[in-house]
């Protein structure tokens, strides 16, 4: 079964900078659409970013200009450098993909979207 994990989170200043990663592994898989959730504590989770397979990008209009997401198709991976922070951007940052698995037994591919279990970003003042 296909799997994301996030890496990169941590605690830093306002005004400084993260890099977050996420890589899915599994067998026989195909991604399309990926993106950058983000929770923060007692709040709803917000979509932050995505981008699709082709490279084009969307943002949240609170990051537009600091956040830039990208993608490495040969290594599965989904990055997203975060620049300029504030206290604002803290919290669980979640990746998420559109994949497409190939069934072991009918050798189907069949969609599905999946979550990565999160990586904690914490901006201090």
């Known amino acids: 079964q296909v799997q994301l994990v996030e890496s990169g989170g941590g605690l830093v200043q306002a005004g400084g ?22 929770q923060a504590p007692g709040e709803q989770r917000e979509r932050v970013a995505t981008i699709t397979s082709a ?5 949240l209009d609170s990051v537009k200009g ?9 290594k599965n991976t989904v990055y ?24 072991p037994y009918d050798l189907r591919y069949y969609s599905m979207n ?6 904690l970003v914490t901006v201090s003042s």
């Open 66 to 74: 600091r956040f830039t997401i990208s993608r490495d198709n040969a």
């Open 17 to 38: 900078s993260l890099r977050l990663s996420c890589s899915a592994s599994g067998s026989k898989f195909r991604i399309n659409d990926m993106a950058w959730y983000r």
């Open 55 to 59: 490279g084009s990008t969307n943002y």
């Open 80 to 103: 997203l450098q975060m620049n300029s922070l504030k206290p604002e951007d803290t919290g669980v940052y979640i990746c998420n993909a559109d994949v497409q698995e190939r069934d």
């Open 114 to 119: 999946i979550w990565g279990k999160g990586t």
